[in-house]
């Protein structure tokens, strides 16, 4: 009967914490199954720990494969997995309970038998040396299933490997007695110190060579004897004479030991290392091809790719959208066939959100193992080939979850920035719209309000009115249908130009001809007193819709008139920028505009905060520098913007000379 002493200093302020230890052992299942229901009934945090020891970490397949198993087991029943890589699973076991507050620990624990028992220490033994302050609960086989024990898998010794071994020292050893034999014949009296370094190199070598403790004990035991038996007096007998021979020997062996034991750890040491840097290089490639990629699709496809690489079995993608398989991505031309069965699984992990096919309770007969991808809906499946020959050893499982956990991060971090973008387009959408409604409903209703009002007056009192009052309001109707004519007209010219497919028509024009058309026009909207244009530019060709560019100069001038006073002077100024450039210029002196919204100009809607003349201005849509830009980026311009010296503003924009219609 097992006695338990167990050495409890438990805190009762920690939340509990139950571990149950996985191993390759048949009799493991039951094991993890009785954890999960004590974790169940203390309501307690439930973990699976698998302790991976290097010098025993090339298993069997059969060994491995029920590792897999077991750790798939524990993660369906609710288990944080967790695989940890130790010299010895006791001391792996005792340390991570101890660094994750475990209050809890569950192995499995088969019936003693004292002679097996002598030459095999059970684990319970080794972690009961250790002081500790969780619990250790052992599950007795003898609760285990008859028709388990009848499955197991016989045990296969691995004395070939220890064979192997020996035939390794055997030879070290042959090759360190012949060089010392060649040594001592060249000095038979100042050799010995060599010959024992050579001897110490042998161990040296073995140590690297070998995976057996005792391999690397038993040389330095055989070392001293060789040393000896051939290179001592009287040589080719065991006989010694010198009574300082026997410490020699004593410290040969002491030093040939722990220089051993030293070479084995670092040995191990070094594999551990080795293997958490190609962890790492996995993880750091993996999460370096999903950062910048912004669908979910892509997402799954490169996941798909490093994921291949790490198990080297095919991989099959299913994009899901709205609890459908909208697309499936085979990877490495691998051939999808689909069965019935397999869609079964497919519905069932769309539905359930959980794992299925290979390795699993669900659908195991199918040769996939289906894994969903991201939560509350599922954004995709990965299926990984599964044959039954085939084990995913419990490193590469560990690598596998991590990844898993990145993806399924990254793809809820890529669908929340694609709803997050999506509202914000259509936030501003609505508050587009409603910008636009509210700035068309009061442009369009002032200037038809007042020629409705001037026109009723006209009608109903028309005979008390003097020649010059109807002259008045008829002015002022015919300067309100202008604006409300500029108003339709940019609105139009804007629709038009911002269509994707819309052509403009360039054609030479001259730039004389395109002053001309600005004069009467600024005559016959009553400007010409206040406005000036000035030109330095009569026989030049430039390539332009004359049309466009006669309502961009207007925009400017009538962006000028609205934020100045009515005595301020404005001038239009066309002048060569360079012997291939033309500047058109507007230039006025009024208040300026602050840095601020300096930034903000040539954006739709924006309307500026201009204080000193909002009594001489009619409100505006803040669409006429808007369409001014983008009439000219349809000539491969840009609209500029500079303060006035000592006050006011210049809008400006150049034209080519040379600009080809091809270039459009």
């Known amino acids: 009967m097992i006695k338990k002493k167990v050495r409890h200093n438990h805190k009762t302020s920690l939340k509990p914490h139950i571990a149950v230890a996985i191993s390759g052992s048949i009799y493991n299942e039951a094991v993890i199954k009785e954890a999960f229901h004590i974790a169940q009934k203390e309501h307690a945090k439930f973990t699976a720990i698998y302790i991976d020891v290097f010098e025993k970490s090339r298993q069997y397949k059969d060994s491995q494969k029920q590792v897999h198993q077991h750790l798939m087991l524990a993660k369906s029943l609710g288990a944080k997995v967790k695989v940890v890589y130790s010299q010895t699973v006791a001391l792996?076991?005792?340390?991570?309970?101890?660094?994750?507050?475990?209050?809890?620990?569950?192995?499995?624990?088969?019936?003693?038998?004292?002679?097996?028992?002598?030459?095999?220490?059970?684990?319970?033994?080794?972690?009961?040396?250790?002081?500790?302050?969780?619990?250790?609960?052992?599950?007795?086989i003898k609760q285990i299933p008859v028709e388990l024990k009848m499955n197991k898998s016989p045990y296969r010794p691995k004395g070939k490997r220890f064979a192997i071994d020996m035939l390794k020292m055997i030879l070290i050893q042959i090759i360190c007695v012949m060089m010392g034999l060649w040594i001592y014949q060249l000095d038979k009296h100042e050799s010995s110190t060599i010959i024992l370094m050579i001897f110490l190199i042998g161990i040296i070598l073995l140590s690297i060579w070998t995976r057996s403790y005792i391999i690397g004990f038993l040389a330095a035991i055989?070392?001293?004897?060789?040393?000896?038996?051939?290179?001592?007096?009287?040589?080719?007998?065991?006989?010694?004479?010198?009574?300082d021979y026997p410490i020699t020997f004593i410290v040969s062996i002491l030093t040939s030991i722990l220089t051993s034991a030293l070479l084995k750890q670092i040995k191990f040491q070094y594999a551990i290392t080795k293997k958490q840097l190609y962890r790492t290089d996995l993880l750091f490639q993996f999460n370096d091809s999903i950062k910048q990629t912004y669908t979910?699709?892509?997402?799954?496809?490169?996941?798909?790719?490093?994921?291949?690489?790490?198990?080297?079995?095919?991989?099959?993608?299913?994009?899901?959208?709205?609890?459908?398989?909208?697309?499936?991505?085979p990877l490495q031309n691998h051939i999808d066939n689909k069965t019935q069965q397999h869609e079964q699984a497919l519905s069932w992990v769309i539905k359930n959100e959980r794992q299925a096919g290979a390795t699993t309770d669900t659908f195991p007969g199918i040769n996939k193992w289906l894994i969903p991808i991201g939560t509350s809906p599922i954004k995709g499946i990965l299926a990984i080939d599964y044959q039954s020959s085939q084990v995913i050893n419990p490193y590469d499982a560990s690598i596998l979850e991590s990844m898993l956990n990145e993806l399924s991060l990254a793809v809820e971090n890529v669908t929340l920035l694609k709803q997050t973008r999506e509202s914000m387009l259509q936030a501003e959408r609505q508050l587009t719209h409603s910008n636009f409604l509210r700035s068309i409903s009061h442009d369009i209703r002032t200037p038809?309000?007042?020629?409705?009002?001037?026109?009723?007056?006209?009608?109903?009192?028309?005979?008390?009115?003097?020649?010059?009052?109807?002259?008045?309001?008829?002015?002022?109707?015919?300067?309100?249908?202008?604006?409300?004519?500029?108003?339709?007209?940019?609105?139009?010219?804007?629709?038009?130009?911002?269509?994707?497919?819309?052509?403009?028509?360039?054609?030479?024009?001259?730039?004389?001809?395109?002053?001309?058309?600005?004069?009467?026009?600024?005559?016959r909207r009553h400007l010409k007193k206040r406005i000036t244009v000035s030109s330095s530019v009569d026989l030049q060709f430039i390539h332009i819709d004359s049309k466009l560019i006669l309502q961009a100069l207007f925009n400017l001038i009538e962006n000028a008139v609205k934020h100045t006073s009515t005595d301020t002077k404005i001038n239009l100024s066309i002048r060569y920028a360079s012997d291939e450039q033309i500047e058109f210029a507007v230039i006025d002196e009024g208040p300026g505009i602050s840095i601020e919204e300096q930034q903000k100009i040539f954006e739709p809607f924006y309307t500026g905060s201009n204080k000193y003349f909002k009594d001489n201005q009619k409100e505006s849509m803040g669409l006429g520098l808007y369409l001014v830009q983008t009439i000219l980026h349809k000539h491969q311009s840009n609209l500029q913007y500079k303060p006035n010296q000592p006050h006011g503003s210049i809008f400006y924009f150049n034209i080519d000379t040379d600009f080809n219609e091809g270039d459009i």
């Open 448 to 523: 038809l309000t007042t020629i409705m009002g001037n026109l009723d007056i006209l009608v109903s009192h028309s005979k008390d009115m003097s020649i010059i009052e109807k002259e008045q309001l008829l002015v002022h109707s015919f300067q309100e249908s202008q604006c409300l004519y500029l108003l339709v007209t940019n609105i139009l010219s804007l629709t038009k130009l911002q269509s994707s497919n819309v052509q403009i028509k360039l054609q030479p024009y001259l730039v004389s001809e395109l002053v001309e058309e600005i004069d009467m026009i600024l005559e």
């Open 92 to 140: 792996g076991l005792d340390e991570w309970c101890k660094n994750q507050d475990v209050t809890k620990l569950i192995i499995g624990q088969h019936i003693r038998n004292k002679r097996r028992d002598f030459f095999n220490k059970p684990l319970i033994d080794h972690l009961m040396s250790f002081e500790h302050s969780y619990k250790i609960e052992i599950v007795p």
């Open 222 to 243: 055989i070392n001293v004897f060789v040393f000896n038996y051939f290179f001592t007096e009287p040589r080719y007998t065991f006989e010694v004479y010198r009574f």
């Open 296 to 329: 979910v699709e892509n997402l799954l496809i490169n996941a798909g790719y490093q994921i291949n690489q790490l198990l080297q079995q095919s991989i099959t993608i299913y994009v899901i959208n709205q609890s459908k398989v909208i697309k499936t991505i």
